[in-house]
C-alpha cells in the first residue's frame, strides 16, 4: 500500500478505535483486526482486498520478519530450557537468595537493567526466568510485565551501548556541526543526563516492584489479588503465551546442569550481541539467537535430552507454537501503524503541534509531540525519523549553530517521547513482548502500567518546560 494524502483528523480515528475497544473489551486482537478493517475502508479500498494488501505491504518486509524470527528463537531456546529444565532448577536455586516478596518483584526489574542492550531480548529473555521466581513469591504477572518493559526500552535510551543509540547518532547526522555519526553519538551521550522520562520510566519501576512506593490503580488490585488469592493472572484472562511450552516433557532421572543449559547459552548470547556491538557498532541479536539454539541443539542432543530425531523437533515446534499469540498480536500491530502512517496520522499530529511551537516551550512540546505520535502509532524510531529533522533545526538555530545544552535537551525530548508510546501502547511491539515475556494478558499489562507511565510522562513534561524556559 503506497503512501498518500493525510485524511487530517479522520486519520487518527483507526487508532482510537483500536484503542477504546481494547480498553472496553479486553482482547487486543479483535480491538487491532476493527482498527485496521476502519483502516482500510478509510482509505478507499473494499475490507477484503484492502485487509490483503495491507498484510502485504505490512508484514511482507525485513523489519517483521526480523522480529517475527526473533520471537520464533526465542520460543525454541525456552523450549529448549524447558526440556533440560534448567529454569526451574534455577528458580529453585534462587529460592535460598530471594526469600521475600520484594525481592522477588525486584527481580525482573534489575535483570533487565543488566540485559541493557536490546529492547526486544530483554523481556523475551528475562521473563520465563523471573516467571517461575515471581510466581512462587505471588508476584502479579502485570507487575513482571511492568518491570520487564521498564527494563527494556526505556534503558536503552540511557546507554550509549544500544541500538536506539546509534540509530539516533544517525539521524543527527548532517544538522550542524553533527558532520559524523560519532559527533552524532557524542551529542546522543550528552543528552542522557537531561532524558527526564527515561530516567523517571527506570528508577520509578524500581521503586514500585521493590515495594518502596505503594502501588495504585489497576496494579495495586492486580497485585492484591496475587498476594491475597494467589492467582498471579486474573480470572478469564488470556496470558499472551501459548499452553505448549508448560506441557513439555522432562526427562525422568535427567538432573539439569546449569552451567551447561543455562548460564553458558546467556554468556554467548550477551557475547555475541556486545561483541558485535563493538567490532560492527551494530548488535546482531538475531543472530545471537540462532548461534545459542545450534548450541543447545548440540549439547543437549550429546546429553540425552532428546529420543530421537523427530522428539528434537517436536519441541522445537511446541516452542514455535507457544509465540504464536504473540505473533499474532505483533502482527496487526504492524498492520495499524502501517495503515496509520499511510493515512498520515503522523504529519497530522505533527501539524497540530507545530502552531503551538515557541523557542522557551520547545523541549517540553517536543515531547510531547514525540509522547502523542509514538502511542497513536506504537512505534518510537520512526517518531525519532518524524521529530529530527523538524525541532533539531529549531534547536541550532536558537543555539547559534553550536552544540549547546538546548540542543542536548531536545534531543532527550525526542528521545523520551517516542519512548513514551513504545513503552505502553497497546499497537506497540515491545509492549507486546513484554506481555509475552510475562506470560501477561496483554491488554491488563497495558491498563496497569499505563497510570505510572502516565504520571512519569507528566513530570518529564514539566522538567522539559522548566528546562526550557531556563536555557
Avoid at 290 to 302: D, G
Avoid at 321 to 338: D, E, G, R, W
Avoid at 437 to 464: E, K, N, R, S, W
Amino acid at each position: 500500500m503506497g503512501a498518500m494524502a493525510t485524511k487530517g483528523i479522520f486519520s487518527l480515528i483507526p487508532v482510537f478505535v483500536t484503542l477504546f475497544l481494547a480498553f472496553k473489551t479486553k482482547d487486543a486482537v479483535f480491538s487491532l483486526i476493527v482498527g485496521c478493517i476502519i483502516g482500510v475502508c478509510l482509505a478507499g479500498s473494499g475490507p477484503a482486498t484492502g485487509m490483503s494488501k495491507l498484510f502485504q505491504a505490512a508484514l511482507g518486509n525485513a523489519d517483521f520478519i526480523w522480529v517475527m524470527m526473533i520471537e520464533v528463537a526465542v520460543g525454541i531456546m525456552i523450549a529448549f530450557y524447558m526440556r533440560a529444565d534448567v529454569i526451574s532448577a534455577f528458580a529453585e536455586a534462587a529460592r535460598y537468595k530471594i526469600k521475600s516478596r520484594r525481592a522477588a518483584s525486584g527481580i525482573g526489574w534489575l535483570l533487565g537493567i543488566f540485559i541493557f542492550f536490546s529492547d526486544y531480548f530483554s523481556p523475551l529473555f528475562c521473563g520465563p526466568i523471573c516467571r517461575p521466581i515471581t510466581d512462587s513469591h505471588k508476584v502479579s504477572r502485570e507487575m513482571l510485565a511492568y518491570t520487564l518493559d521498564s527494563g527494556s526500552g526505556p534503558v536503552c535510551t540511557l546507554v550509549p551501548l544500544s541500538g536506539w543509540a546509534v540509530y539516533m547518532a544517525g539521524l543527527l547526522k548532517g544538522h550542524g556541526p553533527i558532520d559524523s555519526a560519532e559527533v552524532g553519538m557524542s551529542v546522543f551521550i550528552s543528552s542522557i543526563p537531561y532524558n527526564f522520562y527515561g530516567w523517571l520510566a527506570v528508577v520509578v519501576c524500581g521503586l514500585f516492584a521493590c515495594q518502596v512506593l505503594p502501588n495504585f490503580g489497576p496494579m495495586k488490585k492486580a497485585e492484591e489479588r496475587a498476594k491475597n488469592e494467589g492467582k498471579v493472572i486474573r480470572d478469564g484472562a488470556i496470558p499472551l503465551a501459548g499452553p505448549e511450552l508448560d506441557q513439555i516433557e522432562k526427562i525422568p532421572g535427567k538432573r539439569a546442569n546449569i552451567l551447561v543449559y543455562l548460564i553458558i547459552p546467556v554468556l554467548l548470547l550477551i557475547s555475541i550481541a556486545v561483541g558485535t556491538f563493538v567490532t560492527l557498532h551494530s548488535v546482531k541479536i538475531l543472530e545471537a539467537f540462532f548461534a545459542v539454539i545450534m548450541y543447545q541443539s548440540v549439547m543437549m542432543a550429546l546429553g540425552g535430552y532428546f529420543k530421537s530425531i523427530r522428539d528434537y523437533t517436536e519441541t522445537a515446534t511446541a516452542g514455535i507454537k507457544a509465540v504464536l499469540p504473540a505473533i499474532l498480536i505483533l502482527a496487526l500491530a504492524y498492520c495499524i501503524n502501517t495503515i496509520s502512517k499511510n493515512l498520515g496520522a503522523q504529519q497530522y499530529v505533527m501539524e497540530l503541534t507545530k502552531a503551538w511551537m515557541t523557542p522557551a516551550l520547545l523541549p517540553a512540546l517536543t515531547f510531547a509531540a514525540g509522547a502523542c505520535i509514538s502511542f497513536f502509532t506504537g512505534t518510537s524510531w520512526g517518531t525519532y525519523a518524524i521529530l529530527v529533522p523538524f525541532s533539531i533545526p529549531i534547536a541550532m538555530n536558537l543555539s547559534g549553530g553550536q552544540l549547546t545544552p538546548i540542543v542536548f535537551a531536545t534531543v532527550s525530548a525526542i528521545m523520551g517521547g517516542g519512548l513514551f508510546g513504545d513503552h505502553c501502547s497497546p499497537v506497540s511491539d515491545t509492549t507486546c513482548l513484554s506481555s509475552f515475556g510475562a506470560a501477561c494478558d496483554h491488554m491488563d499489562h497495558v491498563t496497569t502500567q499505563l497510570p505510572y507511565a502516565l504520571g512519569c510522562a507528566a513530570a518529564a513534561l514539566i522538567l522539559f518546560g522548566i528546562l526550557g524556559i531556563a536555557l
